[in-house]
């Protein structure tokens, strides 16, 4: 696969210009598939007492904040629209299509919940409360307030 092309780009489009004159990528390199695949550094298992479950909540989380960075991406570029001092209506257009493609988005990570509550939190919750993990706010300082 090759990298992706400056401007819109379309099946029938012949002016569609490389964003460099390197050769093109792999998929894998394109989107920096080793950084994401290797980013799950489960920490019960760096202090040799290893929570299966930690597993799925990082991917999870990861695969939420990837969601949050792409609905901020959208929202970003709405204001930059709406900031212009006449706004033509194709450009009301593309408002409401990226506003629907952030409701799209919000779908699949709200169902995702199911997934994360596959979790037994009894054996989870002692990943977050046995020893001194990491986390400034742990499920009891929140039970405390």
């Known amino acids: 696969m ?9 099946r029938n489009d012949d002016v569609a210009t490389p964003l460099n004159t390197q050769v093109g990528k792999i998929y894998g390199e394109y989107l920096l598939l080793d950084k994401i695949l290797t980013a799950q550094c489960m920490l019960s298992k760096e202090d ?3 929570v299966h479950d930690e597993h799925l ?3 999870i989380h990861q ?4 969601w949050f960075k ?3 991406f959208e929202l970003d570029s709405i204001r930059q629209m709406l900031n212009e001092e006449k706004i033509e209506e194709t450009k009301t257009l593309e408002i409401l299509k990226r506003l629907n493609r952030i409701v799209l988005i919000l779908k ?14 009894v054996y989870f919750l002692q990943f977050f409360l046995d020893g ?7 499920p009891t300082d929140v039970l405390k307030d």
């Open 57 to 59: 909540f990082i991917i």
């Open 2 to 10: 090759n990298c992706p092309f400056n401007g819109s780009w379309s």
């Open 70 to 72: 792409q609905i901020i």
């Open 63 to 66: 695969a939420y904040e990837l």
């Open 132 to 138: 001194e993990y990491y986390f400034p706010n742990k």
């Open 48 to 50: 040799d007492r290893p």
């Open 108 to 121: 699949p990570p709200l169902s995702g919940l199911n997934q994360l509550y596959s979790v037994l939190c």
